[in-house]
């Protein structure tokens, strides 16, 4: 066997990992010993979900597509946290930052990407050489760890720049609960991808955002000694703001190839074999890459390139050529739909515009087609026909006659088919570049679950976006043979049981404890992710005959208040129907002064936070307060927010203010699989917003109620969907009831009402919970008196604590005899 | 994430032996801190009986690991929910940084004994 050829990668990024995965699926382990540079001291992630990361969406360890562990298995040699300065193309070697770490090539792969572009302005950087504190540019895990940590607290921010990335990072910085100010240099926002109109449409779309958009407007200097107090443009004006996001375009890095004389214009220039034109053992991908005169700055062109450079390298296809990448894509901007391709202008007369626009509801659609066929499109807001339009673009095809069937789907079933009517090469997965023939490949290749299918071609599994498009080919590809993957039906992940089996297993063996379900159900394995929603189903299924192991429940639970990230907690005493006296008033503005809470807010709720209590003063807060816990913390009923319906209001038809107390009095504190929020209105101008909490009830001309179930107003919004109309508010508490139970029995741990309704369809529930087809309506009104009889205030434990150190964190050495003799004294479970 | 990627570092043996009091103060499958030598150090009291020692504040963004739930010899962070192993301190499914562990036991009246 001849000797494995070194490969040498400088830049951890999308391309460099993505490469180095490319030869390994063609075979090239065998040909090549791998060793990569990466300047972050991260494994690869997935860059374009860092606008997740920041909006809150995604998490930053579910981000990465080559975890360090990756690197290990697939005898990849990564120098994480090394920066390449140099490369000596004569004797082969690329050498480290630390000037020790150095690397002999046969092959020399460059995917350095690039970096933010500072436009040029005062007072960007401090004397020192770092920049000024409040200043930031949107790049890398770390830009994004930085931003959110400085924007605490609610911050006045400035985002330099209205292209695609500064509008992720406003809608970054607006759910860190920033005052968000846009500052555009162009009259009109995302000018490389949109026409005017389109950048209007877009523009009226943020600011009902609550984005605030400034254009033509040059930034000159960054106000502020120490750290960010403004800007200054160049007309003269000046925004005071306290921190700031550069993005104003991106510079590919080619600092190191320029100082290795290879040939450099915007870009590395490489030819159609992904080579650098003077040096055939060196390469370049990606961001940092130019190719034909073009430098891309999307990850689907850099899926190309790493295809054709692995092809060539292993030997595959030792002629494989890059041709250039037509650049469309399908995104998101702050939840906008928006997919454009091509030209965004008609060259001349003789190209053909097809526009519709409705400027209400943020629409915009515009094709330019010429000689028939489709040179460029832009739909924004509403990008349903945009595989039909992608897959037109990219294969050239003559556009029918009736142009309106390339603006609007025909019927829902033209639009449905559509997916599974795409070509092979068609491209599904956009964040991991997969096109469908992989998915059709993959299902019939042996993967029976959509679980097991994405695991293994990785679509689906960036943004998420394309999921169901992904389902779609799958079912057609797989047909009959299609089996669920079990796991996504278990309660819990530890539990191996669909949550009706776990509850009937846990009756009949009458299992009390996490331990001993564990024990008898899990063959003894404990798994601590699974501990918190089986504790909370024992307490619904035994009520206060469970046996509460205080370890399995989250922190929240264990001391009743919500855990801060500086280890503080907030305290919401209830408050209910939201309607206070002065004396309690007073109360609270003592404790806060007595106890020096740091901040006291209202809540979403109609409620008083009180944030940033340490853990041992709790028991003294709750006592000082003289009032029940509020629930904010955990998964249980949180609050039933009320308008002042007949009391007071002249459109009032009913006592919103008196049902939701009776709501909030008797079913405080009830555990659910997850947070439960109500709201009673008078009428249906829905004050309180009660169409779009989980439970709610709608006063209506003639005396009656509407209960709806199932409504939604945080991540994701959903109108709630009615139950039943009723005549009284005895019978509202009693429909409410009946579906609070079906919820807690149905619904899987951290389900929300909203997920779980339309999982079953309103007209089922409406079948079980109505009608009762099924004959459990009196068990289940039966259950859930019994949970309203077994609640009790956990704030009592101020008085008597279920464990000496329950509300300690450090505890002191050695003197250890006091506190047991206190333990001995102390009943082992602290009644229910 | 951490920004660093060192893995566990034990500190430099030494013969120092401290005494923590009664296991009994750290409720069962519990975690409570003790500050020991100027080093803030999270013990753990598992279901099964094991007793463990590691830093106490998280890798990733100074969670309080105390305040974590255990299970099957892990200990799931209250922050976001990075897991490590209490035994090696290794990160598990995570790229953080794996958490320094120190040598603890037992006494026969059931006193923590820590060794720095
Ligand atoms: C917030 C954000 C959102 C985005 N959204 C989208 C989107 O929706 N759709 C889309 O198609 N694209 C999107 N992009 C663009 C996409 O992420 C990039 O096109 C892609 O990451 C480019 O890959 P790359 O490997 O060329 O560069 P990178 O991913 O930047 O990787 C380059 C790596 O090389 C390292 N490096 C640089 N110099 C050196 C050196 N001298 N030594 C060692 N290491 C070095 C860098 O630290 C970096 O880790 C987005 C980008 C950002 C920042
Ligand atoms: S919802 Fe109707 S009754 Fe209630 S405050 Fe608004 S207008 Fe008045
Ligand atoms: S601090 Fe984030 S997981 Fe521990």
Redesign the pocket.
């Known amino acids: 066997m001849t000797r494995k050829q070194k490969l040498v990668v ?9 490469l180095v995965e490319d030869i390994i699926t063609r075979g090239g382990a065998d040909q090549f010993e791998f060793v990569m ?4 001291p ?1 494994g ?1 992630y ?6 997740g990361v ?1 909006s809150g969406t995604h998490q930053a360890q579910d981000i990465f597509i080559n975890p360090l562990a990756w690197y290990e298995t697939n005898n990849v040699k990564l ?1 994480a946290g ?4 140099s490369i000596d193309r004569v004797n082969k070697i690329v050498i ?2 630390d000037g020790v770490t150095t690397e002999t090539y046969d092959k020399l792969v460059i ?6 572009f500072l436009p040029p302005m005062e007072g960007l950087r401090t004397t020192t050489d770092g920049f000024k504190a409040g200043v930031f540019v ?3 895990l770390d ?2 760890e930085a931003i959110t940590q400085y924007a605490e607290g609610g911050k006045r921010a400035a985002v330099i720049g209205g292209g ?2 500064g509008l ?2 406003a809608r970054g910085l607006l759910n860190l609960g920033a005052e968000v100010h846009v500052i555009h240099l162009m009259p009109h926002l995302m000018e490389v991808q949109l026409d005017a109109i389109a950048g209007a449409t877009l523009r009226r779309s943020m600011e009902a955002l609550g984005v605030q958009v400034h254009l033509n407007k040059a930034t000159t200097a960054i106000l502020g000694d120490e750290h960010v107090t403004g800007l200054q443009f160049k007309d003269g004006t000046t925004l005071d703001c306290e921190m700031v996001v550069i993005s104003a375009g ?1 510079r590919p ?1 080619v ?2 190839a320029r100082d290795a004389g290879l040939t450099v214009e915007r870009g590395i220039v490489v030819n159609d074999g992904i080579t650098c034109v003077d040096d055939p053992d060196v390469f370049a ?5 130019q190719h034909n005169g073009m430098v ?7 899926w190309e390139q790493t295809a054709v450079l692995a092809d060539r390298l292993t030997g595959r296809k030792p002629q494989a050529e890059y041709k250039g990448s037509k650049v469309s ?1 399908k ?2 901007v702050m939840g906008v739909d928006l997919a454009v391709m091509g030209e965004k202008q008609p060259r001349d007369e003789h190209d053909e515009e097809v526009v519709y626009t409705e400027p209400l509801r943020g629409i915009y659609k515009k094709l330019i087609v010429r000689n028939g066929k489709l040179a460029g499109a832009i739909l924004l807001g509403d990008t349903a026909m945009a595989p039909a339009l992608l897959q037109a673009f990219d294969r050239g095809v003559l556009l029918p006659e009736n142009r309106a069937e390339l603006l609007f789907p025909l019927t829902d079933q033209v639009a449905a088919k559509s997916a599974a009517e795409l070509p092979d090469e068609a491209q599904i997965c ?2 991991n570049g997969i096109a469908k023939g992989a998915i059709v490949k993959a299902a019939k290749g042996g993967c029976r679950s959509l679980k097991a299918l994405c695991d293994a071609t990785r679509a689906g599994t960036g ?1 998420g976006a394309c999921k169901s498009q992904v389902q779609e080919i799958f079912e057609a590809a797989a047909g009959d043979t299609i089996v669920e993957d079990p796991s996504i039906h278990y309660y819990v992940p530890g539990v191996p049981l669909p949550k009706p089996e776990l509850i009937a297993a846990i009756k009949e063996q009458e299992l009390k404890s996490v331990s001993a379900v564990f024990r008898v159900l899990a063959v003894g394995k404990e798994d601590p992710a699974s501990k918190a929603g089986l504790a909370s189903l024992l307490k619904t299924i035994w009520h206060d005959g469970y046996e509460d192991e205080r370890d399995a429940r989250f922190i929240n639970d264990r001391v009743h208040a919500n855990i801060q990230k500086d280890r503080t907690f907030s305290v919401v005493p209830r408050i209910y129907g939201g309607v206070t006296t002065a004396a309690e008033l007073k109360r609270i503005a003592e404790v806060a002064e007595r106890y020096n809470v740091r901040m006291v807010k209202f809540t979403g709720g109609q409620r008083l936070d009180l944030l940033g209590i340490s853990k041992e003063d709790l028991p003294n807060v709750w006592r000082d307060l003289g009032m029940p816990s509020g629930h904010a913390y955990t998964k249980a009923f949180r609050t039933c927010k009320t308008c002042v319906g007949t009391e007071f209001c002249r459109f009032g038809v009913g006592d919103a203010v008196a049902l939701g107390i009776a709501i909030e009095k008797k079913y405080q504190g009830i555990e659910f699989p997850h947070k439960v929020k109500l709201a009673t209105t008078g009428c249906p101008r829905n004050c309180s917003e009660a169409t779009t909490k989980d439970i709610g009830a709608v006063a209506i001309e003639g005396g009656k109620w509407e209960v709806v179930i199932g409504g939604a107003a945080g991540s994701k919004v959903r109108k709630a969907d009615l139950l039943i109309t009723v005549d009284t508010h005895e019978e509202v508490l009693h429909y409410m009831g009946r579906f609070m139970q079906y919820y807690r029995e149905h619904a899987k741990y951290l389900e929300r009402t909203y997920d779980m309704v339309e999982r079953m369809g309103i007209e089922k529930l409406r079948r079980v919970l109505v009608d009762d087809e099924e004959g459990i309506c009196a068990r289940l009104d039966a259950e859930i008196e019994a949970a309203v009889a077994a609640y009790v205030d956990p704030w009592q434990e101020a008085a008597q604590p279920h464990h000496p150190s329950q509300f300690v964190n450090i505890l002191p050495k050695a003197e250890a005899d006091a506190m047991l003799s206190q333990i001995s004294k102390q009943p082992a479970n602290y009644g229910d | 994430m951490s920004t660093t990627t060192t893995t566990t570092t034990k500190l430099v043996p030494t013969d120092l032996h401290f005494n923590l009091g009664a296991l009994a103060r750290i409720p069962p499958g519990e975690g409570k801190e003790f500050e020991i030598a100027g080093e803030l150090i999270a013990v753990f009291r598992l279901r099964d009986g094991r007793v463990y020692a590691v830093q106490a504040k998280c890798p990733h963004r100074e969670g309080a690991l105390a305040d974590g739930i255990t299970g099957g010899g892990t200990v799931v962070c209250p922050m976001h929910s990075f897991k490590f192993d209490l035994a090696t301190g290794a990160p598990l499914g995570h790229d953080c940084a794996a958490l320094r562990t120190y040598a603890v036991s037992v006494n026969a009246v059931g006193e923590i004994i820590l060794q720095l």
């Open positions: 400088i830049g951890n990024g999308m391309a460099g990992a993505r540079f990466g300047d972050e991260y690869n997935n860059r374009i979900l860092l606008s920041l120098h090394a920066r390449v300065t480290a930052a995917a350095t990407g690039s970096s933010a949107f790049r890398t830009d994004c695609l990335l992720e990072a991106i890095n600092q190191l991908v990606g961001e940092c890459a891309y700055g999307l990850v689907a062109p850099l894509t995104l998101k956009n964040c943004c």
